[in-house]
């Protein structure tokens, strides 16, 4: 799957920023896929293959979750 | 030769296999070389054990085992975990996997709907269980089966690791707001392994 239209390339631009602000000595373990630095990470990002459509799925997915308050609901439900 | 995902997920079940020694829980580890399908499927049979904690590689409909063999397949010999309590550190096979398993029985498939991610401190490679990063994670999975061989019911673990990552992701909000760099990227990791987590079958399975 490769990134097509603006909203994807700003979504890539999120992603690739956020990465890029982790410690040079941080790895992450992506399931089965591996486990890759930052610089590995933001490689498979600008290609758009199967571990950067990933990455980019988790931001996705963590912003749904800032947006409709699943992730402040999950946090104070435990207070 | 094991990857680092895999060497840190068996540092943090050794933790798992000393609080059942301390319990007196016995345990089989089947680990390396022994984590294969043969050795697994007949250390189910033989043995009727109540609890499985599969530490490892997997996907929506399968769990892996040393060198990525399929040692539990949806397809296969899933009904070898009928009526038992399973918890399944492993990428996304609470999707399709757990259902199958707890199908038509009385027990309890603990997995992750999705991938199960952590960041890990390069450093820290060679001793897993004095990296912090990877704590935040591990920890809270950890927690599921030493709940189970406490005492508690299948839905008591799953929500106590549930709490035990709502608290890490509060810290790691904190972190945040102290301008730590690494702290909304390690966030957004874990806020996928709490939101995959899920719980099939029967919610009180007791150990």
């Known amino acids: ?43 498979h990002v600008n290609e758009g293959d199967s571990i950067g459509v990933q990455v980019i799925e988790m931001q996705l997915n963590f912003i749904k979750a800032l947006t409709t308050g699943k992730l402040i609901e999950a946090i104070n439900k435990d207070e | 030769m094991y990857d680092d995902c895999t060497e840190y997920l068996s540092a943090y079940a050794s933790l798992v296999l000393k609080e059942a020694k301390k319990l007196g829980v016995p345990t089989k580890d ?27 590689h997997g996907n929506d409909n399968q769990l892996c085992g040393h060198k990525n063999e399929v040692i539990i397949s949806g397809d296969e010999n899933a009904d070898l975990l009928k009526n038992k309590i399973i918890y399944a550190r492993a990428c996304s096979a609470g999707a399709s996997l757990g259902k199958k398993a707890v ?12 991938l199960f991610s952590f960041w890990m401190d390069g450093k820290w490679s060679a001793a897993p269980l004095k990296d912090k990063t990877a704590a935040f994670y591990l920890e809270p999975s950890n927690e599921i089966v030493i709940a189970l061989i406490n005492g508690k019911s299948s839905r008591e673990a799953h929500e106590k690791s549930k709490k035990m ?11 945040e707001e102290k301008q730590e760099p690494s702290a909304m990227g390690m966030l957004q990791v874990l806020w996928n392994n709490y939101e995959g987590q899920v719980l099939h079958g029967n919610k009180e399975a007791y150990f």
Do not use: W
């Open chain 1, 1 to 43: 799957m490769k990134m097509q239209n603006s909203m994807d390339l700003s979504l890539k631009e999120l992603v690739l920023a956020r990465l890029d602000i982790m410690p040079p000595n941080f790895k992450l373990s992506v399931g089965d896929k591996g486990t890759f630095t930052k610089q590995e990470l933001m490689y």
């Open chain 2, 30 to 56: 089947l680990s390396e070389e022994s984590a294969n399908k043969k050795e697994v499927e007949k250390f189910i049979t033989k043995t009727n054990t109540k609890l499985f904690f599969a530490n490892g």
């Open chain 2, 103 to 114: 199908q038509n029985g009385d027990g309890c498939f603990i997995g992750y709907a999705h």
């Open chain 2, 165 to 175: 990552m709502a608290k890490n992701m509060k810290k790691l909000l904190r972190l």
